[in-house]
């Protein structure tokens, strides 16, 4: 497990804050995720979760119980497209934020090779990574597809605003596509929770926005090694940046485990 040197972390206020001094005992904190984009993510996550409620409540009479979370059947019946609205806005501004990091690379199949020994928690031989691995790319683009088609389906059958422009016919489609995008997107949410708990620190970059410079290293090491680039381009402007005295910082050296 490596961390980025404490010499190398020293900084004055003009460095930009993505790598933090070590602690007291050592780890290194490298930032991940700001607080807008948690907030994003956060607010994304509890629309998601009112419409998983409130929809299973209105997709089958044994789950209709649910409903009371909403103060009943009607209530629900009302409040749920408009989740809706605020969901796909609430994700459009995460897909913006994040689309560029997402896109597949080479580096993703060669992860993917290797699927076999990540689930055995092996990670020799796996290749170095961006922000993002394969996993996370195939949620993220999951989702973008089946909110997508949850939004479009939803229009469809809200007969309150939309009813009139729509056969029967197409609104028993409609309905079909809107509930089997919701149960995929469902466990693909569900996998995507799962892998979070069961990686040891992820959950840190969404509550705190940082992450370890050991699991930096262990799961994002080409991201680390960017971040940790960009601290010494910003070096390079200070005053003694080319003093052969001055002591630069390497970029990346094994050190303590997280």
């Known amino acids: 497990m490596s961390v980025l040197h404490t010499d190398e972390l020293k900084r ?41 409620l409130s929809g299973l409540s ?65 990670h020799a031989g796996l290749p170095e990574l961006g922000k993002y691995n394969a996993g996370q790319k195939m949620v993220f683009w999951g989702q973008s597809a089946l909110i997508s088609v949850m939004f479009v389906s939803g229009i469809v059958i809200w007969d309150q605003y939309f009813g009139k422009y729509t056969s029967i016919d197409i609104k028993r489609y409609a309905l079909a596509a809107h509930s089997m995008a919701a ?26 926005g940082s992450v370890t410079g050991g699991w930096a290293y262990r799961h994002h090491r080409k991201w680390l090694r960017k971040v940790a680039l960009g601290r010494e381009e910003a070096r390079a402007g200070e005053p003694g940046a080319n003093d052969p005295h001055s002591p630069m910082p390497g970029p990346v050296s094994h050190g303590p485990a997280e």
């Not at 009943?72 to 809706?84: I, K, M, S």
């Not at 609430?90 to 993917?112: C, E, Q």
């Not at 693909?188 to 509550?207: C, E």
Request: charged letters at 20%; glycine letters at 6%; aromatic letters at 14%.
């Open 183 to 208: 149960l995929i997107a469902i466990l693909i949410i569900i996998v995507h929770i799962y892998a979070g708990i069961w990686i040891k620190g992820t959950t840190r970059a969404m509550i705190r």
């Open 12 to 52: 004055d206020e003009q460095i930009p804050r993505h790598v933090h001094d070590a602690d007291r005992k050592g780890r290194v904190y490298v930032d991940r995720y700001n607080t807008t984009q948690r907030i994003n993510h956060w607010i994304t996550a509890a629309l998601f979760t009112l419409l998983t």
């Open 58 to 122: 209105l997709f089958h009479p044994s789950l209709f119980f649910l409903s009371n979370l909403f103060g009943g059947g009607q209530d629900t019946r009302a409040y749920h497209p408009w989740f809706g609205v605020f969901l796909i806005v609430s994700f459009a501004m995460l897909f913006v934020r994040f689309v560029k990091l997402n896109v597949p690379n080479r580096d993703d199949v060669r992860w993917m090779r290797k699927l076999g020994n990540i689930v055995q928690n092996k």
